[in-house]
């Protein structure tokens, strides 16, 4: 990748079209990605002429569509139609109407009405995610019967095989999954032997419409490879692999991740107004709830003004109580994203948080409380900050692990709300424990 801007700086773009040629999709859009806009022009145009339209897939929605806006609809269409269904509407669905419009009105009429129909299944869902090149079988076929198929298809020029598969489906004249066949077991049958004999019949058959993240905790908790995709009637209309899922790991992990950040994926790329103008409702709904904390500390105004050391350890307080309820939080949301965290067993997962907390809390208190004697030489200031700690982090493991079960309850996605909340109950209850109780304590 270093040869090819070396290439450009020296302006000898054959040598670097002929670089770029011998790079993965996936290398050339991290290309893309780290070159800065006047370069970033000089690629397209280079990669133009024989466009893959893989690399699309690999990059950034924002600079997915600065790239299609310097392809001619044609050439992207017709590159597009190479790539499978799943890809194609994984390339197409983010775009804007004109935009998916022109690409599919140049799609040739089979690919076209494929990816048509992807784009009818909800977003997230099963039927988004899959592709549709299968092989699928009748029951009565034997091992010898696929073998000769499969190789007869492979030297056909309209063989519709995918190029790469796991399993064969077995199917009923309903085109009913009934079992699958994985290929290391075909190889190792006699030629005689019927498929029926020896498929798998407790396969895990996804419904069309099933979320994404189910789909993925399926193939972690059962070690799928592949997964047929079913109509509501049952039908075979697709097949899930195990490449797909891990996009689809990454995607929501990174979703989350940037959620609770308030951030949004292509905020590296956008316009400094554009991304500003994003963050600000984030950082506002924090101004409010900042205040909420002001609030609660101009209550003590009187306290702090008579006992001035109370000001150097109050951030303390809330730091502590602040982190605490951030480990609980990503445990809690973790185990909510997994399925590891329901109705039946919250009482318990959240219940081990306070006792975290409450073990944690002691130990910090007989340590910062010793430091705040030893700093003002005042046991009861030191009294004061331990039986805060104390206060702060029971309640940090409690809110840690209750606010995301209960925004999961509402429907509400958890890794997106919880730590704006959680920052302001550990705030607010370690403000109140520590002022109260400076004010009964030392007044």
Not at 91 to 117: C, G, H, T, W, Y
Not at 220 to 246: H, M
Not at 294 to 303: D, L, P
């Amino acid at each position: 990748m270093h040869e090819i801007s070396d290439f450009l700086d020296a302006g000898d773009a054959q040598s670097a079209a002929a670089a770029l040629a011998e790079l993965h999709p996936s290398d050339i859009a991290d290309l893309l990605e780290q070159a800065d806009e006047d370069r970033r022009e000089l690629l397209i145009a280079l990669l133009r002429p024989q466009f893959d339209a893989e690399i699309l897939a690999y990059l950034s929605i924002d600079l997915r569509d600065e790239v299609i806006e310097r392809l001619e609809p044609k050439a992207l269409a017709a590159a597009v139609a190479e790539l499978d269904t799943d890809d194609a509407v994984d390339v197409i669905q983010d775009l804007d109407e004109e935009a998916q419009r022109s690409i599919l009105a140049n799609l040739p009429p089979e690919a076209r009405a494929l990816v048509e129909e992807g784009l009818t299944y909800p977003e997230y869902s099963a039927g988004r995610l899959m592709g549709r090149q299968f092989v699928s079988v009748p029951e009565f076929w034997t091992v010898g019967g696929l073998l000769d198929y499969l190789r007869a298809a492979a030297t056909s020029e309209d063989t519709d095989l995918p190029e790469e598969f796991y399993d064969i489906f077995v199917v009923d004249p309903m085109h009913r999954v009934v079992g699958s066949v994985p290929l290391s077991r075909v190889l190792r049958s006699r030629r005689g032997v019927k498929l029926v004999d020896i498929l798998h019949e407790d396969i895990h058959r996804i419904a069309v419409t099933m979320d994404q993240e189910e789909v993925a905790r399926l193939f972690r908790n059962y070690g799928l490879v592949s997964a047929p995709v079913v109509d509501a009637g049952g039908r075979l209309v697709g097949v899930i692999t195990v490449d797909d899922v891990v996009d689809v790991i990454e995607e929501e992990a990174e979703a989350d991740l940037l959620a609770m950040g308030g951030v949004g994926e292509d905020d590296l790329y956008r316009a400094v107004l554009s991304t500003a103008r994003s963050r600000f409702r984030w950082l506002a709904f924090n101004v409010v709830t900042a205040l909420i904390s002001a609030t609660v500390i101009n209550q003590f105004t009187n306290t702090i003004a008579q006992v001035v050391a109370l000001a150097a350890l109050m951030p303390i307080v809330a730091s502590m109580g602040g982190n605490a309820g951030t480990q609980a939080l990503t445990v809690a949301v973790r185990a909510l994203a997994t399925k590891e965290l329901t109705t039946a067993n919250a009482a318990r997962v959240i219940g081990k948080e306070v006792l975290v907390g409450l073990l944690n809390g002691m130990a910090l208190a007989g340590i910062v409380g010793g430091i705040a004697f030893l700093w003002f030489g005042q046991s009861l200031i030191g009294l004061v900050i331990a039986g805060a700690m104390v206060i702060n982090l029971i309640c940090a493991g409690l809110f840690g692990g209750l606010i995301p079960f209960v925004l999961d309850r509402m429907k509400i996605d958890p890794a997106v709300a919880s730590g704006v909340f959680l920052t302001m109950v550990t705030d607010v209850v370690g403000f109140l424990a520590f002022l109260g109780l400076a004010t009964v304590i030392l007044l």
